[in-house]
Nanobody, 117 residues
Framework: QVQLVESGGGLVQAGGSLRLSCAAS??????????MAWYRQAPGKQRELVAS???????NYPDSVNGRFTISRTNAKNMVYLQMYDLKPEDTAVYYC?????????WGQGTRVTVSS
């Protein structure tokens, strides 16, 4: 069982920045072999992918955040990050860390991001 703990959410004005962090339990070997991602879920909406990073550090973003969000990982610390710039009110959501390895998938409890206009 992998535990994921997100941090770094909060209230920010439109145009501001936040950096989310996700700490993963388990061995470095297991973490480095896990694909990691950030999802978000806004009130009344489905959970959506906002960034992903593979085991070889390839990244992917939807158009809605491309150029504003950056995902990164530090395998030596079992950490994954989401740097968010130029935040917009529509970025308001609970952000979840996700890990996938083999046939298993794990989720954190989420961290809330609120962007005021």
């Amino acid at each position: 069982q992998v535990q994921l703990v997100e941090s770094g959410g909060g209230l920010v004005q439109a145009g501001g920045s936040l950096r989310l962090s996700c700490a993963a339990s388990g061995t470095r070997t297991d973490f480095s072999s896990s694909a990691m991602a950030w999802y978000r879920q806004a009130p009344g909406k489905q959970r959506e992918l906002v960034a992903s990073i593979t085991t070889d550090f390839s990244t992917n973003y939807p158009d809605s955040v491309n150029g504003r969000f950056t995902i990164s990982r530090t395998n030596a610390k079992n950490m994954v990050y989401l740097q968010m710039y130029d935040l917009k009110p529509e970025d308001t959501a609970v952000y979840y860390c996700n890990a996938r390895r083999n046939s298993f998938e794990y989720w954190g409890q989420g961290t809330r991001v609120t962007v005021s206009s």
